[in-house]
């Protein structure tokens, strides 16, 4: 008997193509093992916050441009003229809580790669956790990472379950990539 490909409800009736169902397909709940992508997604999920998802999934190539490619260590000198540069940019969120959080948890970041070697190394010091101690963390040392941001962030970058229902066959592929699921 075949093997049925089956979606989670979110993305089952969505079209190729659909940036949801491409990020759905492609990265969400995968290991990211890059800081600047991580540093990137953190930004993605901190602008998502009171947002739609494909509104964020539709401007992320306008977030790496506006971000310097989520490069950490540059996001971390930007001064106030870049501070404005980004709430005058129409192409990403220009909401000043948003664009001071990245620019503060870039300094942070750097901070923890100075310490731990990387940022991923800080979040595999600290995996496995639940869920209320990861919130915990990240609002004692990051800005504007309450629960769900911290738990989307952690989802998305494959240190959560929960990205996937078991019968969704991007499930399968993330636990043939990710061993921190069976944790």
């Not at 441009?65 to 000198?77: L, M, R």
């Not at 942070?108 to 209320?132: D, R």
Request: some cysteine.
């Amino acid at each position: 008997m075949a093997e049925v490909n089956t979606y989670c409800s979110y993305t089952k009736n969505l079209e190729e193509g659909n940036v949801h169902k491409i990020y759905h397909d492609t990265q969400y709940g995968f290991p990211i093992d890059c800081d600047n992508e991580l540093f990137g997604r953190l930004i993605l999920e901190i602008n998502q916050a009171g947002l739609s998802w494909n509104t964020i999934l539709n401007k992320q190539d306008n977030f790496r441009k506006a971000y310097s490619n989520f490069e950490i260590i540059t996001v971390a000198n930007y001064d106030l003229k870049e501070r404005e540069r980004l709430l005058n940019d129409a192409g990403i969120i220009r909401n000043k809580l948003k664009v001071n959080a990245a620019i503060h948890n870039a300094n942070i970041i750097v901070e923890i790669q100075k310490e731990m070697g990387s940022f991923q190394n800080w979040i595999e010091h600290y995996h496995p956790k639940t869920k209320h101690e990861w919130v915990k963390l990240f609002k004692k040392t990051f800005k504007f990472t309450g629960g769900e941001i911290t738990n989307e962030f952690l989802m998305s970058a494959g240190y959560l379950k929960g990205a996937h229902n078991e019968t969704c066959h991007i499930y399968k592929e993330v636990l043939k990539t990710n061993p921190k699921w069976n944790q």
